[in-house]
DNA sequence: AGTTAAGCGAGACGGTACGTCTCGTCTTTTA
DNA sequence: TAAAAGACGAGACGTACCGTCTCGCTTAACT
C-alpha cells in the first residue's frame, strides 16, 4: 500500500475526461432524459471510454447526480447575506425557473434512476440534497430568530412545505407553477401561524 | 367499425389473466422494486404470456400504473360525508401508513418509470392523480364553503401543499413522516392565513 | 354418433374453403417463399378461419404438399401413348420450364418446409413423388423392352440420373439448365452403355 | 477505414468461441435437425453469447454454412494425385458414407434454411459448394485430357450427374443409395458415350 | 535516459430484458 | 354443428444496454 501522502505512481488521472463526461451525461439527460442518457451515448458523446468512467464512478446514478451537482450549485446560489424571507424568495423563484429549462429535465432522470435503483432517492439527498437542505433550512431558523419569519412550526417543516409543494407541482407537470404561486406560497408557508403570537413556543 | 353495443366476436378476453397480471406487477413491485418487475417476471409471476400483455396493455408503465390504482382506490378512501377537514386528515395519515408499506414501493417504482420514459409524471396524473385531486380539492373547497376551513388560498394550492409536502418527504426518505408531523402539516395548512383567535389546544 | 346415411346436421363443410386455402398457399409460396407461407397468412389470404386448417390438415408441411401436387398433376402430364424416350424428354422439357416460374419456387418452399420438420424429403416422396416416380419409371422400362431406350441399367437408376440432375442444378442455381442441356442429358442418361453404331439423328 | 495492415485495436476476438459456436451448431443440427439448432439453443450449447454471434455471422444460415463446410473440407478430400476416375468414385463413395451420419443430417439443415430462407440453394453454393465443384470439374478434365474418362460431354455436366444424382437419392430418402449403386452410377457416368469415338465434335 | 506503473481508447464478451412474431390450442358467437 | 373470429401459452427472434474483460498505446514519476 502506497504512503496516502505519496504522489501516486503512473499517469495521473485526466480531469478533462471527468469534466467531458459529465458535461455529456448533463447534456443528454437534456436532450433525451434518462432513455437518452445510457452509458454507451455518454461514451460516445464524450470520447471517453467505458473503462475510464466504470473507474470513476460506481454506476450511472452516481455518474447522473455528480453532472447534476455540477450545474446545480452554479445555477442556484442561495444568499446568506441578505434577509432570510427574501433569500429564500428569490432562491424558490430561480429554482422555479431553472426546473422548466434543462435543469429540471436532468432533475427529473436523475430522480428516476435513483428511485428505479434504489427504491428511493436517499442518495441523491446523501450526495446532494441534504447539504442544501441544511443551508435552507439554517437561513429559515436565522429568519425566526431575528423575527422576519414569523411561523413558530419547525425549520424542517417550513422548508419541506415550500420546495415539497414545488417539486409536486413539477414532478406531477401540474400547470400552475408560476411566479405568484411561489411567492403566495413562500409567504403563506413561512408566516403561517403568524397571528398565534403567543401560543407554542417549541 | 363494430356497434358499440355488438357483442364482440371471437373469444372474449379473460379476466382471470388481467387480474393475474396485475397482482404479479403489484406483488414484485412491492419485493423487488423497480428492477424486480420487468415484463418476464411478471409473465412468470402470473403464469401469462408476454404477448397477452402486451395485447392488454401498451407497455410496463401502462401496466404498474393499472396495477397500482388497483391497490390505490381499494386502500385509500376519501370520505365525503364527514366533515372536510377531519376527512382530509384522515386519508393524508392512512397514506403515510400505506405509503411505509407496499403501496409506498409500488408508488415510487411506478413513478420512476414514468419518469424515465416521458421525463415527467404526467401519464400517472392523467391516470390516476388527477381524480384523487379533484376529489381532494373539492372537499377542502366544501370545508371553505362552510367554513370549517380557515385559510382563504386556492383548494388546490392547499392540497399539493399537503400531497406535495409528504410526498416530498417519501421521496426523499427524510425520517420525520410521523403522525404528529402530518396532522402538524394538516392543520397549519388549512388554518394559514386564519386569526385562529381562541386556539386549538390539539 | 348420427346414423351414417343420415342428412348431416348444422353448417356442412365447405370445399370450397379447402380450395381458396390451397390455392393461396400456392400463392403465397409463389410470391414470397416459405417465409411469406405462414399459417396466418393463409388465413388472411384465403378468408378461412385457423381452425378450419388445422381440422383438415396436420400442419403447414402437409398443406403444402397438396397446395404443389395441385398444380403440378395439371401442369405436368407424362404421356403413356407416346414413344417412351419421347415422352421423357418432353416431360423433363417442361419440368424444367416450370421450374423456371411459380412451381419452381412453390416445390423449393415445400421441400425446405419437409427437410427443416423432418429432416429429409420422405414425405413429399410419399404424398407425390413415389407416385411420378413409379410411372416415369414404367415408361422407361417399356421403352427398354421395346428397344427404344438402348442402356441396360435399371430404369430407377435411370430416371434418378435425369430427374437427380435436373432438380440439383436447379436446387443450387447453377445457371445451365436450358433445353439443350436436358436434351443432352436424356439422351446421353437413355443410351449410356449401348454400342450405338449407327449414331442416333435426334 | 483503418490500414488493412494496422494492428486491430481493442481486444482481440476470441477464436475459441467462434469453434465453440461451429461445433455446437454442427452438433445441434446432427442431433436435432434444423428444428433443433435454434440461435438460442447454439448460444446455451456453446456458452457463447447471442450478441456475439450475430456479431461474427449475419444470420443463422451463414452460422450453419460454416458449421457445415468446417467438417465436409475435412472430412472429404478429394485427390488431386490419384488417377482421375478413381478419385472421383472414392470421392463419391466417401461423400456417400459421410451422408449417411451426421454429415448428411447437416447438410439437409443448412439446404433446408438456405432454401426456406432465400428461395434457392446459391449463398451455399457460393461459400462451399462452386469451390468443391470447381475442383471436381477439374479433376474430370484431366480424366478427359489423358483418355482415362471416356465421355466426351462437358465435365459439369457429368460432375452433376454424378453428385446430383446422389443427392438426389439421399435427399429423397430412396433407399438404394450404396456402394454398388455409386460405382455403377461413376462408371455409367464417365464412359458415357465411350464407344462414339468419332461422333459428336462439341 | 530508461524503467515502471497507472490511465486510457477501443472493443469483444456473457448476461438479461426488450418488444415482435408465429405456432397450435382453446373458447366464444354466428350462420 | 361447422366455421369465423380471435384470445391465449409457448418460445424463438434480433436488438439494446449493462458491467467486465483484454488489448496496446500514452503519460508521467521514479530510478
Known amino acids: ?20 463526461v459529465l458535461e455529456a451525461a448533463y447534456r443528454l439527460c437534456a436532450s433525451g432524459g434518462l432513455r437518452g442518457a445510457t452509458i454507451q451515448a455518454i461514451c460516445a458523446e464524450s470520447g471517453v471510454s467505458k473503462m475510464t468512467i466504470y473507474k470513476w464512478w460506481d454506476g450511472r446514478l452516481q455518474l447522473l447526480i455528480d453532472a447534476y451537482m455540477r450545474q446545480a450549485t452554479l445555477l442556484l446560489p442561495l444568499s446568506e447575506t441578505e434577509p432570510p424571507a427574501k433569500a429564500i424568495r428569490a432562491h424558490a423563484q430561480s429554482y422555479v425557473t431553472a426546473l ?7 432533475q427529473m432522470a436523475v430522480l ?6 434504489n427504491g428511493n432517492s436517499a442518495v441523491f439527498v446523501e450526495r446532494y440534497l441534504s447539504i442544501r437542505r441544511k443551508l435552507g433550512v439554517s437561513v429559515i431558523r436565522r429568519g425566526q ?3 422576519s419569519i414569523l411561523s413558530p412550526r419547525p425549520a424542517e417543516a417550513l422548508y419541506d412545505q415550500i420546495y415539497g409543494t414545488i417539486w409536486y407541482r413539477f414532478q406531477f407537470g401540474l400547470r400552475a407553477l408560476n411566479k405568484a404561486f411561489v411567492d403566495g406560497l413562500v409567504e403563506a408557508v413561512l408566516a403561517d401561524g403568524a397571528e398565534k403570537k403567543q401560543s407554542k413556543p417549541a
Open 1 to 20: 500500500m502506497p504512503h496516502p501522502l505519496a504522489k501516486p505512481r503512473g499517469r495521473p488521472r485526466s480531469e478533462l475526461a471527468a469534466t467531458a
Open 100 to 106: 422548466q429549462g434543462d435543469l429540471g429535465r436532468v
Open 112 to 117: 428516476a434512476e435513483c428511485m428505479a435503483e
Open 145 to 147: 430568530a431575528d423575527g
